[in-house]
């Protein structure tokens, strides 16, 4: 995506957005994204008063921007059209998983990354990987059916294994990334098992 056209804000929010993803945020200085973003300390520091601002609006918009994807991806593989099958539903999540990994670009979670790299010390920052972290298993429960027992809960446990499965896979190449999706596969799959769920359970 040629970014040159667009107006400063945005050309430095977008480029500091694949700087602090790919490189990490503390390893990712001010002089940098200005350079990279070709704009002026003048014009950087009028829409950016520190370099926290800066993260905290990479922040909200990296989860605008992974939210609509992880919501898109679920639904090309028919997250609306399984019926009430709460096992096919939840194995969705592996696929979309397994998309993810293979991206060049994959380089975990932006949210893990930055509680371990910044933690309190940015104000707003760990509020905000909490909020991400609510929204995606709203969305998980949401692929659930309505009806079905501890629907939060199982949602929640999902949750936490699709993290596992992203930290596992940022851990090493192509093969450590199958690997993450056939455990998170594994354990979806006994998730669903665990909580009594029949493949269609009845209304």
């Keep these: 995506m040629d970014i040159s056209a667009l107006p400063a804000r945005e050309r430095i929010l977008l480029t500091s ?31 950016f008063p520190s370099k926290d ?14 939210m609509a994807w992880f919501v898109d991806a679920l639904g090309r593989r028919g997250a609306h059209e399984r019926g009430d099958d709460a096992n096919a539903l ?11 990994f293979a991206d060049p670009v994959f380089r975990g979670c932006a949210f ?3 509680t371990a790299e910044v933690g ?34 199982l949602a929640q446990a999902a949750g936490l294994g699709v993290d596992g499965a992203i930290i596992k896979a940022q851990m090493g190449d192509a093969a450590v990334a199958r690997e993450a999706v056939d455990d998170l596969r ?3 799959e006994a998730l669903v098992a665990s909580a009594g769920v029949t493949s269609r359970p009845s209304t």
């Design 17 to 47: 957005h694949d700087l602090f993803y790919a490189d990490g945020i503390r390893a990712t200085g001010i002089d940098r994204v200005i350079a990279a973003s070709g704009v002026t300390k003048v014009t950087f520091y009028r829409h």
């Design 53 to 66: 601002d800066l993260v905290r609006e990479f922040l909200d918009h990296r989860h605008t921007r992974w």
């Design 90 to 100: 939840l194995l969705l999540l592996a696929d979309v998983m397994a998309e993810w």
């Design 112 to 114: 893990i990354n930055s």
């Design 120 to 153: 309190g010390s940015v104000e707003g920052a760990l509020q905000r990987a909490r909020e991400h972290k609510r929204e995606m298993v709203e969305v998980i429960a949401g692929l659930l059916p309505a009806q079905l027992p501890a629907r939060m809960a």
């Design 186 to 188: 594994r354990l979806l």
